[in-house]
């Protein structure tokens, strides 16, 4: 089954723990980004990447790092994460950037 | 300003009814259009994808672009209760712009 997957799905930790939330596509898409969804400010990209080892910075990409090594994972590094960081996180990923997006399941995080 | 608005609603109608929703943007680079269905904690699945101006038809649902008015809709026929879900609509060009999504509840 086509999908991307997400994990942790939920997550709760405190104030500067490092973190990483995994991604993965078994679609072959070159194309993967990062959402955060909080409420009244709808999806905020955070970084994207266009393909393996090309990676940019979206909207908010203030306190988040990435990595693309391999073309079907895409985590999401949070090397000191604060209270402001917690909200709804979705990986997506399509074939292009000009294609339709394929989002993961989401991962809810709490920091305290 | 926002690059989509969207009026977040929500949209309360009885089943049956069309449901219209609609979404303008302000960047003229975008050349695609989407709306996304999202259910409550689920992540956004698509429902349409538009490439530049124009009508599209899938089942009960229309999407229309019209690009000179920088305008994106969706229209739902025959709205059923499981169509209660938060719409978003997006656009772009090499990335994508979402809306703040609308909250609509089709009343059995």
């Known amino acids: 089954e086509a999908q991307v997957t997400q994990n942790p799905r939920y997550l709760i930790t405190v104030t500067g723990k490092k973190l990483t939330v995994t991604c993965s596509q078994n679609?072959?898409?070159?194309?993967m980004s990062w959402y955060r969804q909080d409420p009244g400010l709808g999806l905020r990209q955070i970084y994207y990447s266009m393909n393996v080892e090309v990676t940019d910075k979206g909207d908010v990409p203030e306190g988040y790092k990435v990595s693309r090594k391999e073309k079907r994972n895409f985590p999401l590094i949070l090397e000191s994460p604060s209270p402001n960081q917690t909200s709804l996180y979705f990986c997506?990923?399509?074939?292009?950037?000009?294609?339709?997006?394929?989002f993961g399941p989401g991962t809810r995080l709490l920091v305290l | 300003q926002k690059e989509v608005e969207q009026d977040p609603g929500p949209l309360s109608v009885p089943e049956g009814a069309i449901v219209s929703l609609n979404c303008t943007y302000s960047?003229?680079?975008?050349?695609?259009f989407m709306w996304y269905r999202q259910y409550s904690r689920k992540g956004p699945e698509l429902l349409m994808y538009?490439?530049?101006?124009g009508n599209k038809e899938d089942g009960r649902f229309t999407a229309q672009v019209d690009k000179s008015s920088k305008y994106i809709s969706l229209f739902i026929r025959d709205s059923q209760p499981s169509d209660s879900a938060t719409y978003l609509c997006a656009g772009g060009n090499n990335r994508l712009a979402f809306g703040k999504g609308n909250q609509v509840v089709v009343i059995p």
């Open positions: 997506a990923s399509s074939q292009t950037s000009q294609n339709a997006q394929y």
């Open positions: 960047n003229s680079a975008f050349q695609y």
């Open positions: 538009t490439y530049s101006s």
């Open positions: 679609m072959n898409h070159e194309y």
